[in-house]
Nanobody, 119 residues
Framework: QVQLVESGGGLVQAGGSLRLSCAASGSIDSIGAMDWYRQAPGNQRELVARIRSGGSTNYADSVKGRFTISRDNAKNTVYLEMNSLKPEDTAVYYC?????????????WGQGTQVTVSS
């Protein structure tokens, strides 16, 4: 059984910073891409950042230059460093990992962590 557990969300003032973490546990044989998504009330879930197994990254235009995604393969963990936060960054943030258990590759999601940015 694979489990993804997120941490690091909370309430912060505009201009502040937060660091999210997402650790995967279980019978994991390999991990490919690791993603952070977010969903604000009334909005669709959107991809915020992606880091591939080779280390290449992609960011949503709205967070470029402010957010940094990184990974620690030894710990099966992905991070999202969020700086210069804005009220419009308020959302539930979810991690997703594409990983292999045995011969099967699947997407696995975390439970979500709330980020609230006050103006």
């Amino acid at each position: 059984q694979v489990q993804l557990v997120e941490s690091g969300g909370g309430l912060v003032q505009a201009g502040g910073s937060l660091r999210l973490s997402c650790a995967a546990s279980g019978s994991i044989d390999s991990i490919g891409a690791m993603d952070w998504y977010r969903q604000a009330p009334g909005n669709q879930r959107e991809l915020v950042a992606r880091i591939r197994s080779g280390g290449s990254t992609n960011y949503a235009d709205s967070v470029k230059g402010r957010f940094t995604i990184s990974r620690d393969n030894a710990k099966n963990t992905v991070y999202l460093e969020m700086n210069s936060l804005k009220p419009e960054d308020t959302a539930v943030y979810y991690c997703k990992m594409y990983l292999r258990v045995g011969v099967q590759w699947d997407d696995y999601w975390g439970q979500g962590t709330q980020v609230t940015v006050s103006s």
